[in-house]
Each structure stands twice: as structure tokens, then as C-alpha cells.
């Protein structure tokens, strides 16, 4: 594929609705980039956000995040992690693309 079709197709395909199976990794990755995420947050280490990574070990464990973060996440955040930053609310996410990128997040 011509890098050029494959950069057109990378940029129209935000709901990644097409994306195969063991592309899970990828298409979380590509959603925290098109919603901003990445600016704030990287994978493994602590930028303006918490790592990704460590946002897992914190909440994976309990059950209960699985359902509460796409709250906080659009609500944002301050304090919880001692960021000298605070996180405004991200209401730029649908339902099912919080679904997606929360349970992404919780398998870094
Ligand atoms: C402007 C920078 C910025 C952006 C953009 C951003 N974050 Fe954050 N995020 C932060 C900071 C700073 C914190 C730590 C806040 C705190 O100390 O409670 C944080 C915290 C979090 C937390 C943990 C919240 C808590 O209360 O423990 C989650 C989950 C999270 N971000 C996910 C996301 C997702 C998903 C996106 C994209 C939709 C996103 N963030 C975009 C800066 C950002």
C-alpha cells in the first residue's frame, strides 16, 4: 500500500469500527492519539498525566474503575495523582469509544 493511501485511510478511520481482531492494541493506542489523550498522557512513563501503565496497576484490580472511569475521564481530574497539572473534562468521547480506550487503558 502507498504510504499516502495508508495515511488517508489511518486519518478517516476514527471509528476504527473495521479494525480485525489482535489489532486491540492499535486501535486504543490510535483512539487516545485522535482524542487527545496522548498529549498528556504516554504509555510508560509520567508526562503531564500518569503513564497508561500506571493508571492499570492502580485500578485494574478493582471492578468497580471499570465502570467509574469513564466518568472521571470526562469529568476530569485534579489531585489524585499529585500532578502539578490537572486533567479538564474530556466530554469528546462517545459511549462506546470510552468502552474501548477505559478497557484499553486498564490492559496497558
Ligand atoms: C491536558 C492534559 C490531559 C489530557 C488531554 C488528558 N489527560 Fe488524563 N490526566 C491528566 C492529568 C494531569 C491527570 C492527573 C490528575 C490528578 O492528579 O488527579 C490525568 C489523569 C487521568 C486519569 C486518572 C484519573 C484519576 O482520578 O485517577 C485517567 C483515567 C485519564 N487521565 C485518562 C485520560 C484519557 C482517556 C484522556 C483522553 C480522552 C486524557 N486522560 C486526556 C492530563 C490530561
Known amino acids: 500500500m502507498k504510504p499516502t493511501v495508508y495515511l488517508l ?4 478511520a476514527p471509528t476504527l469500527a473495521l479494525a480485525g481482531a489482535g489489532e486491540d492494541f ?5 483512539l487516545a492519539g485522535t482524542k487527545g489523550c496522548l498529549e498528556c498522557h504516554a504509555l510508560s512513563y509520567r508526562y503531564i498525566g500518569p503513564s497508561f501503565r500506571a493508571l492499570a ?3 485494574r484490580l478493582d471492578p468497580d474503575y471499570r465502570r467509574r472511569l469513564p466518568y472521571i475521564i470526562r469529568g476530569g481530574s485534579a489531585g489524585h495523582w499529585g500532578e502539578r497539572f490537572v486533567m479538564w473534562p474530556q466530554p469528546q468521547l462517545t459511549d462506546q469509544e470510552m468502552k474501548l480506550l477505559v478497557d484499553w487503558i486498564l490492559s496497558q
Do not use: L, Q, S
Open 9 to 12: 485511510a489511518a486519518a478517516v
Open 57 to 59: 496497576e492502580t485500578y
Open 26 to 30: 492499535d486501535r486504543g493506542y490510535e
